[in-house]
């Protein structure tokens, strides 16, 4: 069974940093795509970044370009999410999900398989 655990949110004040980990336990899989996605209340799910399994591949979103950056240790099975810059618009429970068998630019939300708990990160002052 694959699992997925989130760890790093918490509450910081404007213009501070987190660094989001994904830890990925259980099968190995190959070729796979790790992507991160938020929630903020009231609002859908967005994707925030992903990134392929060599690493050559990254994605994000317009929103969080240039302060965000999606790495990953493959020794550590560990995916993070360095957040820079933090705004109250950032503020989200953060989720971290795994998919294979597809190229990493062409999965959609729908196609992560499996999906951790999330971690709250709220932005404010």
């Known amino acids: 069974q694959v699992q997925l655990v989130e760890s790093g949110g918490g509450s910081v004040q404007p213009g501070r940093s987190l660094r989001l980990a994904c830890v990925v336990s259980?099968?190995?899989?190959?070729?796979?795509?790790i992507g991160w996605f938020r929630q903020a209340p009231g609002k859908e799910r967005e994707g925030v970044a992903r990134?392929?399994?060599?690493?050559?591949?990254?994605y994000y979103a317009d929103s969080v370009k240039g302060r965000f950056t999606i790495s990953q240790d493959q020794a550590k099975n560990t995916v993070y999410l360095q957040m820079n810059s933090l705004s109250p618009e950032d503020t989200a429970m953060y989720y971290c999900?795994?998919?294979?068998?597809?190229?990493?630019?062409?999965?959609?939300?729908?196609?992560?398989?499996?999906w951790g708990q999330g971690t709250r990160v709220t932005v404010s002052s």
């Open positions: 259980g099968p190995y899989i190959n070729n796979k795509c």
């Open positions: 999900a795994v998919t294979w068998g597809r190229y990493c630019d062409l999965v959609a939300q729908h196609d992560f398989r499996y």
């Open positions: 990134i392929d399994d060599g690493g050559q591949y990254t």
